[in-house]
């Protein structure tokens, strides 16, 4: 994992390594903001469900292979393995943090 990425996106990149939605969850503030692919997911129960059924379920697990900052924003970009159709996928995060916790996270392919 690069060394450059801030505690809550380190602990939420490797929570999602070993499937630990608990783990996941914890890295979000309570009233986080998820968006995957412009659909917004908002508060730590809804952005819960999406990562039961869109991470956890499906296996999915994102490897950040290049970090950069943009003005707030935390930018990873890597490819997403698991059991979906086309995987890998590569993905881009786009992550904003409050504090020690992911206040909003964009997710797109």
């Known amino acids: 994992m690069p060394p ?6 380190a602990r939420y990149v490797e929570a999602n390594a070993r499937l630990d939605l608990d783990g996941m969850i914890q890295t979000f503030a309570l009233d986080a903001v998820l968006l995957d692919n ?3 997911f908002e508060g ?3 952005i819960r469900a999406l990562l039961k059924a869109m991470v ?4 999915a697990i994102f490897t950040p292979e290049a970090v950069r900052q943009d003005g707030q924003a935390v930018v990873m970009e890597g490819p997403a393995h698991g059991d979906f159709p086309g995987s890998p996928i590569r993905f881009t995060y786009r992550v904003e943090l409050a504090g020690d916790a992911i206040q ?3 997710v797109s392919a």
Do not use: C, F, N, Y
């Open 4 to 9: 450059e990425l801030p505690s809550p996106i």
């Open 38 to 40: 412009g659909k917004r």
């Open 44 to 46: 730590r129960d809804a």
């Open 56 to 59: 956890v379920d499906l296996k």
């Open 104 to 106: 909003t996270m964009d």
